[in-house]
């Protein structure tokens, strides 16, 4: 019986190996005595090997700080994060994380800021794949001024996936991208979670957004009330903006932010 060792072309990005993320009883709070602020309080949630799961909340509510726990970057108060049953210990490799504003080195090209990425020698020799990937192959040698918020955003992801993440942290990426580039980004987003499958806890304000991209969505109530809702998203991707069973949902998840349509 023959098999197809490596159905991977030379030069595609194989698919990564997605963490499981668990939070057991997990709460941060930060300063002391009268300064003290909880923020999470007791959350649990686990997100499964390669699910989209999106994070909402009001402002201040602590979707950072919970993205924070789970890249190693804050320590929780009381309770454990987990990646596939480890405890997260210090910054951990296993995840990579895209902020809202790129980050970029202005004096390091787009190329020289995904190599920032890199974690092992083996991978530089990916750069020009994962830059082809998120549709910047022609634009390796360009400098972070030469190229738009989108082109940065989409340098920011590929030096964020040629770490090979377990676990991809994504904190409100498109927040500050025109309407028309967030839709882009979107798309794009679809694509590269289809191909290289792995875990991603995505942070966004836009209910839209959560809707067209997560299996599901955890909905945070104010600083310190934890979870209140979480909805299942079961219809497959890619998908129609304008789905209808989308409706109701987006209905429901308005409401919990005073919004009624
Ligand atoms: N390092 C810190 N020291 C003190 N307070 C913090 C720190 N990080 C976050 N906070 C506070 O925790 C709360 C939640 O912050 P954050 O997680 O950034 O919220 P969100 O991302 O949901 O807007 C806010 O009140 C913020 O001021
Ligand atoms: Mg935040």
Known sequence: MSHTQNPIAPGAIAPLAPAEVSLTQ??????RGTDRVDVLNQI???????????ILGPSGCGKSTLLRL???????????????DSPV???DARCSVVFQEPRLLPWRSVSGNVRLGVRNSQSTNEIQSWLDLVGLGDFSGYLPKQISGGMAQRTALARALIGHPGVLLLDEPFAALD?????QMQDLMVKVTAQIGTTVLLVTHDVDEAL?????????????QGIVTTINVDSPR???RSDSTFI?????LLALFGVHV
């Open 26 to 31: 997990v709460s941060k709070s930060f300063g």
């Open 44 to 54: 649990n949630l686990v997100a499964a090997p390669g699910e989209i799961l999106a």
């Open 70 to 84: 789970v890249a190693g970057l804050e320590v929780p108060t009381s309770g454990t994060v987990l990646l596939n």
């Open 89 to 91: 210990v210090g910054v």
């Open 179 to 183: 309407a028309l580039t967030r839709m």
């Open 212 to 224: 067209y991209l997560a299996d599901r969505i955890v909905v945070l109530g104010e600083r310190g």
């Open 238 to 240: 890619p998908r129609d």
């Open 248 to 252: 109701p949902l987006r209905r429901e």
